[in-house]
Each structure stands twice: as C-alpha cells, then as structure tokens.
C-alpha cells in the first residue's frame, strides 16, 4: 500500500524523524494509525493513556540502553524492599509526629 501525504504533513513527519523521535516514516505511521484504530474502539482517553505508556516505555528502553539502570538478583532485589519499606516508615512516623 502506498499513502500520499500532503506536504505540511511529510513536513511534520520529516521534522520527527529528524529529531529522533521515530526511525523512519514507516514508524510514525504505524503508530499513529494504531492510536487513531484504538481511540476508535476503546476512546480517546484509552489512546491517551496507551500513549503515555508507549512514550515511558521508550524512555526506559534509552535509558537501559545508556546504563541508567539498576541490575537486580534475589539478595539485592530483597534489600531493596527492605531500604523502600525503612523509608516508607519513617516518611509516615514523620507525617503522623507533624500532625498530632
């Protein structure tokens, strides 16, 4: 299949290759033809909420991909709960002595 787009359209799509946000035109549009498919169906709300996701997907996969990222094993993965559950207490200790 093959789509004429006009010209402030391929603009637009030229414009968001270039910046990085997609790899090629082919991407975009398949993107956007998918979230018109699924605000179709479920809403526009839905399609909102997939794109975000989509989007925070993304820059989680760059972000692994330049090492911002933590590895975790069954030890450090249980340390971790440990470390968030101490703090979660403390911030709530905390919240309960400023208001009472």
Do not use: P, W
């Given at each position: 299949?093959?789509?004429?787009?006009?010209?402030?359209?391929?603009?637009?799509v030229?414009?968001?290759?270039?910046?990085?946000?997609?790899?090629?035109?082919?991407?975009?549009?398949?993107?956007?033809?998918?979230?018109?498919?699924?605000a179709?169906?479920?809403g526009?709300?839905?399609?909102?909420?997939?794109?975000?996701?989509?989007?925070?997907?993304?820059?989680?996969?760059?972000?692994?991909?330049?090492?911002?990222?933590?590895?975790?094993?069954?030890?450090?993965?249980?340390?971790?709960?440990?470390?968030?559950?101490?703090?979660?207490l403390?911030?709530?200790?905390?919240?309960?002595?400023?208001?009472?």
């Open positions: 299949m093959n789509i004429c787009l006009d010209h402030d359209i391929e603009a637009a030229n414009r968001r290759i270039q910046t990085g946000h997609f790899a090629s035109a082919q991407e975009l549009v398949d993107i956007a033809i998918k979230q018109f498919l699924i179709l169906e479920f526009e709300e839905e399609a909102r909420k997939l794109a975000i996701l989509r989007a925070e997907l993304q820059l989680a996969d760059e972000q692994i991909d330049r090492g911002e990222c933590s590895e975790y094993d069954e030890h450090t993965l249980n340390e971790l709960f440990e470390e968030i559950e101490r703090e979660g403390m911030r709530l200790a905390n919240e309960r002595g400023n208001t009472e």
